[in-house]
């Protein structure tokens, strides 16, 4: 349960409804190549052109890549064949789609061409308690320990991959080339992956303890913190979304 998601999706039509089991879709098709080639491309295809997003998942790509090189990660050379080519093909692809508001608009377009005292105001409400949450606390928290235990201790090739995500979404968000909901509905979902990561460790950890024997009550209070920490905000949105909308 992602606050931010339920809160910019629920009762209403948008693209993130597809677009986000899209993107994880293609993620997983991503991990698991080279026996998935086929749907993964068939995918990408797709949300290319579908939407603009697709962008945030070849950097993802560039940035999961430029990682595996640095942890030294064994790798497969079709990973490095098939990124490239992900990146080249979705970069021309969004060029010829928007090559006509790109020449209209030059570099302005980046931002969506919105005037700059208009702009501003669309961060000007963004606190560190407000994203906190709408990602979720208990997960966010637990998700970038998972992070901190697995990425720079005992590098794997589905945790680099989801911090590639969470470091694009992050650096385009503080640059403003991502807009808040979305910025804030990838990083909900990315971190709410994580905290299943932590849950496995924190059983791993608890069964060389002498607490073993309460491993799954501990476990059982951590979801239920996870539950409340998202479930409560999420509510609070729903409520808001059918205050303003007719019946």
């Known amino acids: 349960i992602v606050p931010a998601f339920i809160a910019h999706t629920f009762n209403q039509v948008t693209p993130l409804t597809l677009v986000l089991p899209l993107f994880f879709g293609l993620t997983y098709a991503w991990l698991t190549t080279p026996r998935s080639i086929g749907p993964f491309l068939a995918l990408l295809l797709f949300f290319v052109f579908l939407d603009p997003l697709a962008i945030l998942f070849v950097i993802s790509i560039g940035v999961y890549l430029a990682l595996a090189t640095v942890d030294r990660l064994k790798r497969l050379e079709v990973e490095y064949e098939l990124g490239l080519f992900s990146i080249f093909f979705a970069l021309w692809a969004l060029f010829l789609i928007y090559k006509k508001l790109i020449v209209f608009h030059g570099p302005n377009v980046i931002w969506q061409n919105i005037p700059q005292n208009m702009f501003s105001s669309f961060y000007s409400n963004l606190t560190i308690i407000g994203m906190v949450v709408q990602i979720g606390a208990y997960p966010l928290a637990e998700g970038i320990y998972a992070l901190y235990k697995t990425a720079f201790k005992s590098p ?11 470091v694009v979404s992050s650096v385009l968000l503080w640059l403003k080339l991502l807009d808040v909901s979305t910025g804030l509905i990838f990083l909900g979902v990315t971190l709410a992956i994580l905290f299943s990561k932590w849950t496995a460790l924190s059983i ?22 996870a539950f409340i920490s998202t479930a409560v905000p999420a509510y609070g949105a729903i409520r808001m979304q059918l205050e303003n909308t007719i019946t």
Do not use: N, P
Request: hydrophobic residues 50%; without cysteine; positive net charge.
């Open 156 to 166: 794997q090739k589905e945790i680099d991959m989801l911090l590639s995500i969470t």
């Open 204 to 225: 791993k950890f608890l069964k060389t303890t002498k607490l073993s024997r309460y491993a799954r009550h501990i476990l059982a209070v951590s979801i239920l913190l």
